[in-house]
């Protein structure tokens, strides 16, 4: 019998992710598990839910994605990678899930006009059209709203970097 290595050598080869280095390709990627708790940042659920699939083996996890900006704020589960209040929890997470023998991933994300604002405010758009499904209202972004939100991501990612 084949061994699962020899027959899938691909899947169990390293792999270069621009300066990270991989031992294989087997990564769970980044979902919505709904066990976020945007007060307290990355809940305790959470960091358990990562570190148990990176002992199972994986390379990598992800994280869902992340909120780079208040307006795109879209559940209290909401990762909010816009507030430096999100720094201790995460590089605790970041620690945890690297003892246990992964990297972590971290989708940067701002949902523009396909989220829904709990807080009331439109959701940005390219335009002011209405939701075709909701009917609710939008608001056409303007240019310097572009460059905050250009800035915000910079901003979340430096959040990242920090938190390892």
Excluded at 112 to 141: C, E, M, Q, V, Y
Aim: glycine fraction near 10%; charged fraction near 15%; include cysteine.
């Amino acid at each position: 019998m084949t061994s699962a290595k020899v027959r899938y050598s691909g899947l169990f080869s390293p792999i270069s992710l621009g300066p990270v280095t991989l031992p294989h390709r087997v990564i769970m990627t980044g979902h919505n598990m709904l066990l976020g708790n945007s007060l307290e940042g990355i809940s305790s659920r959470q960091q358990q839910y990562l570190i148990s699939r990176a002992r199972g083996g994986a390379a990598m996890v992800g994280f869902e994605s992340a909120a780079v900006h208040e307006s795109t704020h879209a559940s209290p589960a909401t990762i909010p990678l816009y507030s430096d209040h999100i720094i201790s929890s995460l590089t605790e997470t970041a620690e945890k899930v690297h003892d246990a023998g992964a990297r972590l991933s971290m989708i940067l994300w701002h949902g523009g006009r396909n989220i829904s604002h709990l807080n009331g405010a439109p959701a940005f758009s390219p335009t002011s059209i209405p939701d075709i499904h909701t009917g609710a209202a939008t608001k056409a972004i303007t240019q310097s709203e572009i460059r905050e939100l250009v800035k915000a991501f910079g901003s979340a990612a430096k959040r990242c970097a920090r938190a390892g």
